[in-house]
């Protein structure tokens, strides 16, 4: 398993940008699909985007497409989020995953019993 800190959550205005940070402990990252989970009070967490474990494939939720972008630097040990134009709906706390496969992050089948990880995750507010 990876150990995960997420970094970067702020009050933003709507319209604004921000970029996560997820930074993981140990030398198998490069192994590890990674993924982006939020949860707004009183919701379900849901997925956000998921990355390959290369970093070739991506993949995100309709109500995020175009806006954010996610990334790895597999040399730093570190996914990122980029976040553009955000609205206040995006309003959540955000959760950084780690799964062997990039079906299981997208799935959101992430289980430490299985290899898998979540971060303690990072609050970002989008104001109106």
């Known amino acids: 398993q990876v150990q995960l800190v997420e970094s970067g959550g702020a009050l933003v205005q709507a319209g604004g940008s921000l970029r996560l940070s997820c930074a993981a402990s140990?030398?198998?990252?490069?192994?590890?699909?990674m993924g982006w989970f939020r949860q707004a009070p009183g919701k379900e967490r849901e997925f956000v985007a998921a990355i390959s474990s290369s970093g070739y494939r991506t993949y995100y939720a309709d109500s995020v497409k175009g806006r954010f972008t996610i990334s790895r630097d597999n040399a730093k040990n570190t996914v990122y989020l980029q976040m553009n134009s955000l609205k206040p709906e995006d309003t959540a706390h955000y959760y950084c995953?780690?799964?062997?496969?990039?079906?299981?992050?997208?799935?959101?089948?992430?289980?430490?019993?299985?290899?898998?990880?979540w971060g303690q995750g990072t609050q970002v507010t989008v104001s109106s």
């Open positions: 995953a780690a799964a062997q496969t990039f079906g299981t992050v997208v799935g959101g089948r992430i289980d430490p019993e299985n290899g898998g990880s």
């Open positions: 140990g030398r198998t990252f490069s192994s590890y699909s």
